[in-house]
């Protein structure tokens, strides 16, 4: 028998990046027990896949992986498999009759208890899991959550189901594992959150036995907010940028776009989802402000700082969305002029209150065909946008490598490519900030010099 200092993970993260984020705190529990990771699946002793149920394509992906497993199985029956992360919301028994090659079904709030289920004796003592310190497979890129859950319940969304009540994490451990990111080289830090702007909210515990529809959370007295925390980050010491995700348009106070406009690590990008274009749309969709809202609430981001690039999330073919509804939403794209945004077709997840309590009635053939219609208002707008950056000289985050050709993130989280990477000074390259000068536009990406 193989010691198991020998032996080796494969980790698979299907999803968001606070799943990637996870998968860190996982890849350390690994590596602490004597795992070594390895790319190859079939080469495993130990597969563990951190899983996501924002859609039902991305649960599918997983059950699409029996028969991969079957075969790993076969070929080594001392293999252990795991399961973590989102779909554990389903009971037990769904879970094995559906995915019958895996041995454990690990909510990720417990991942703590992992070493039990592989037989190491490492014991972990902490509170919360997100207490457990990550192992990243990045020296330039951190993730850090900042909170736990949801407690918004929008009507499509299922993770108040799969990750809880929302909670925070303390100020203090959050500007720790800042720090040790920014001591170890980190050059981007990403705060995490289903909703960063309710950051602040009361501990977990106080949430407990409470119902679905309880009222929402009140900031504690004296805690510090998600505008404070940033410009905490923000004073740590050090050449990097801080990005933040998931906002939600009806938390966005005006400290925080205060905060985005003197933060200077803060680079020139937002996420905001808008979901939909049309009131009746979001108030079935229990999104909680107005299409008014959402405009005001981006022309003034847009005032306070100048230049910066909006994303956007939008669903098409909700519930019930009719073609005059859509075309609110055609009208929001046009005016509002994004960047660039994550358009998904509608699909209904267990428990939600849109699958319980209202019909999927627009075709997969309209969604699809609306979601075309945004993503051609997307390519020109967003063209337009990259427009303005022709000429100008940008100091971008070289994040990747492909066939011998270099791309990196502009503070406005444009791909941009380095079109003559044979100038890159003597040590430089990944993870590393470079000044470009773009010479070429397209809607999904830029052509940047190195000078």
């Given at each position: 028998?193989?010691?198991?200092?020998?032996?080796?993970?494969?980790?698979?993260?299907?999803?968001?990046?606070?799943?990637?984020?996870?998968?860190?705190?996982?890849?350390?529990?690994?590596?602490?027990?004597?795992?070594?990771?390895?790319?190859?699946?079939?080469?495993?002793?130990?597969?563990?896949?951190?899983?996501?149920?924002?859609?039902?394509?991305?649960?599918?992906?997983?059950?699409?992986?029996?028969?991969?497993?079957?075969?790993?199985?076969?070929?080594?029956?001392?293999?252990?498999?795991?399961?973590?992360?989102?779909?554990?919301?389903?009971p037990k028994n769904i879970l094995e009759n559906r995915l019958p090659?895996?041995?454990?079904?690990?909510?990720?709030?417990?991942?703590?208890?992992?070493?039990?289920?592989?037989?190491?004796?490492?014991?972990?003592?902490?509170?919360?899991?997100?207490?457990?310190?990550?192992?990243?497979?990045?020296?330039?890129?951190?993730?850090?959550?900042?909170?736990?859950?949801?407690?918004?319940?929008?009507?499509?969304?299922?993770?108040?189901?799969?990750?809880?009540?929302?909670?925070?994490?303390?100020?203090?451990?959050?500007?720790?594992?800042?720090?040790?990111?920014?001591?170890?080289?980190?050059?981007?830090?990403?705060?995490?959150?289903?909703?960063?702007?309710?950051?602040?909210?009361?501990?977990?515990?106080?949430?407990?036995?409470?119902?679905?529809?309880?009222?929402?959370?009140?900031?504690?007295?004296?805690?510090?907010?998600?505008?404070?925390?940033?410009?905490?980050?923000?004073?740590?010491?050090?050449?990097?940028?801080?990005?933040?995700?998931?906002?939600?348009?009806?938390?966005?106070?005006?400290?925080?776009?205060?905060?985005?406009?003197?933060?200077?690590?803060?680079?020139?990008?937002?996420?905001?989802?808008?979901?939909?274009?049309?009131?009746?749309?979001?108030?079935?969709?229990?999104?909680?402000?107005?299409?008014?809202?959402?405009?005001?609430?981006?022309?003034?981001?847009?005032?306070?700082?100048?230049?910066?690039?909006?994303?956007?999330?939008?669903?098409?073919?909700?519930?019930?969305?009719?073609?005059?509804?859509?075309?609110?939403?055609?009208?929001?794209?046009?005016?509002?002029?994004?960047?660039?945004?994550?358009?998904?077709?509608?699909?209904?997840?267990?428990?939600?209150?849109?699958?319980?309590?209202?019909?999927?009635?627009?075709?997969?053939?309209?969604?699809?065909?609306?979601?075309?219609?945004?993503?051609?208002?997307?390519?020109?707008?967003?063209?337009?946008?990259?427009?303005?950056?022709?000429?100008?000289?940008?100091?971008?985050?070289?994040?990747?490598?492909?066939?011998s050709r270099f791309f990196g993130k502009s503070p406005q989280n444009?791909?941009?490519?380095?079109?003559?990477?044979?100038?890159?000074?003597?040590?430089?390259?990944?993870?590393?900030?470079?000044?470009?000068?773009?010479?070429?536009?397209?809607?999904?990406?830029?052509?940047?010099?190195?000078?």
């Amino acid at each position: 028998m193989r010691e198991k200092q020998s032996q080796k993970y494969y980790l698979k993260t299907f999803g968001c990046q606070s799943n990637l984020a996870d998968s860190n705190r996982i890849r350390w529990i690994l590596e602490s027990c004597g795992y070594q990771n390895t790319v190859q699946e079939n080469g495993a002793d130990l597969i563990v896949y951190n899983t996501c149920s924002v859609r039902e394509s991305a649960e599918n992906r997983v059950f699409g992986r029996n028969k991969i497993l079957k075969k790993i199985k076969e070929k080594n029956p001392r293999l252990k498999t795991i399961l973590t992360g989102c779909m554990t919301h389903y009971p037990k028994n769904i879970l094995e009759n559906r995915l019958p090659y895996i041995d454990y079904f690990l909510p990720i709030k417990d991942i703590a208890s992992l070493p039990e289920k592989i037989g190491s004796p490492l014991k972990i003592a902490v509170e919360e899991y997100l207490s457990i310190p990550p192992k990243t497979d990045s020296s330039f890129r951190t993730l850090i959550p900042i909170s736990y859950g949801c407690n918004n319940f929008c009507s499509y969304c299922v993770v108040p189901f799969a990750r809880g009540r929302e909670y925070s994490r303390s100020a203090k451990e959050i500007l720790a594992e800042a720090k040790k990111a920014v001591k170890n080289g980190a050059k981007e830090i990403w705060l995490l959150g289903q909703n960063v702007n309710s950051y602040g909210i009361t501990e977990k515990t106080s949430w407990e036995g409470k119902t679905k529809t309880g009222a929402k959370p009140k900031i504690k007295k004296g805690c510090a907010t998600f505008a404070d925390l940033l410009r905490a980050v923000n004073k740590i010491p050090g050449n990097f940028w801080i990005r933040f995700t998931s906002a939600h348009p009806k938390d966005f106070s005006n400290d925080l776009i205060k905060a985005m406009a003197k933060c200077e690590k803060f680079p020139k990008y937002l996420n905001l989802p808008a979901q939909s274009g049309d009131d009746e749309v979001l108030k079935r969709m229990n999104r909680g402000y107005t299409r008014k809202h959402f405009i005001k609430l981006i022309e003034k981001i847009r005032r306070r700082v100048p230049e910066i690039a909006v994303s956007t999330d939008t669903i098409v073919g909700f519930c019930g969305e009719t073609e005059k509804e859509f075309s609110n939403t055609l009208k929001l794209y046009r005016e509002l002029k994004f960047d660039m945004a994550f358009i998904a077709e509608y699909s209904p997840r267990p428990n939600t209150a849109s699958a319980l309590a209202l019909k999927d009635s627009v075709t997969h053939q309209k969604k699809e065909t609306r979601r075309k219609k945004l993503t051609e208002i997307l390519k020109k707008t967003a063209a337009e946008n990259s427009e303005k950056l022709r000429g100008k000289i940008l100091l971008i985050l070289v994040d990747e490598e492909k066939n011998s050709r270099f791309f990196g993130k502009s503070p406005q989280n444009k791909t941009v490519e380095i079109v003559n990477p044979h100038t890159f000074r003597k040590g430089a390259g990944i993870g590393d900030f470079v000044k470009v000068k773009i010479v070429g536009i397209s809607p999904w990406l830029l052509k940047g010099e190195l000078i």
